[in-house]
Structures are given as structure tokens and as C-alpha cells.
Nanobody
């Protein structure tokens, strides 16, 4: 099986920073992309940032310029550096990855999430 484990969430004041990490483990041949989503109460799950095998990235308009996603292929990890946080960033942050588990199988996986809370 494949597992995605997130860490790094916490409580910070507005203007502060956090670094989130997601580590993939298990039966992995390759990872096509890894993304961060977030979900706040009463809102749909939102794509925050995504990084592909070729290190192409995209960001939600609301976080562009403040958040940076990066990838370490050797460790099967991805990080999300979040700067200039504001209360609108408060949410459960979830790691999502498209993973090739066998030569002919590609599967989407989700982590359990890590909580981010930003006080005003």
C-alpha cells in the first residue's frame, strides 16, 4: 500500500509562516505529481499548489506569491512553504498524489491532513 503522511501544521499569527511536509511511502514506482489541497468548513476542497515530475508548478490565485511548493524525488517528499499567512488560510491541508504503483497502474492517494490555523 501507499501512504501519504503530512506534518507541519499549527497555529500562527497573521503574517507568520509555516512549512508543511508530505512524505509518500509504500509500493511506489514513480510519482507523477503531488499537490496540496485545503478544505475549510462550509467551503469545497480547493487546490492550493501542485508540482509535477518535471517540476512545473501552479498555484491558487489567492496564494500565489506567498506560498512555494517544492519536491524532493529522492525522499518522495513535497513541501509547502507558506509565508504572509492570513486568517483566510485557515483550513485542513491535504496532500494528494498521482502514483504509479505498478507498470500498468496509476492511482490517486490522499493523506489524512494537517491543520493550519491563523489568528487575526
Amino acid at each position: 500500500q501507499v501512504q501519504l503522511v503530512e506534518s507541519g501544521g499549527g497555529l500562527v499569527q497573521a503574517g507568520g509562516s509555516l512549512r508543511l511536509s508530505c512524505v509518500a511511502s509504500g509500493s511506489i514506482l514513480s510519482i507523477n505529481y503531488i499537490a496540496w489541497y485545503r478544505q475549510a468548513p462550509g467551503k469545497p476542497r480547493e487546490l492550493v499548489a501542485k508540482i509535477t515530475t518535471g517540476c512545473l508548478t501552479n498555484y491558487a490565485a489567492s496564494v500565489k506569491g506567498r506560498f512555494t511548493i517544492s519536491r524532493d524525488n529522492a525522499r518522495n517528499t513535497v513541501e509547502l512553504q507558506m509565508n504572509s499567512l492570513n486568517p483566510e488560510d485557515t483550513a485542513d491541508y491535504l496532500c494528494n498524489a498521482e502514483i504509479r504503483t505498478t507498470a500498468r497502474s496509476i492511482v490517486l492517494y490522499w493523506g489524512q491532513g494537517t491543520q493550519v490555523a491563523v489568528s487575526s
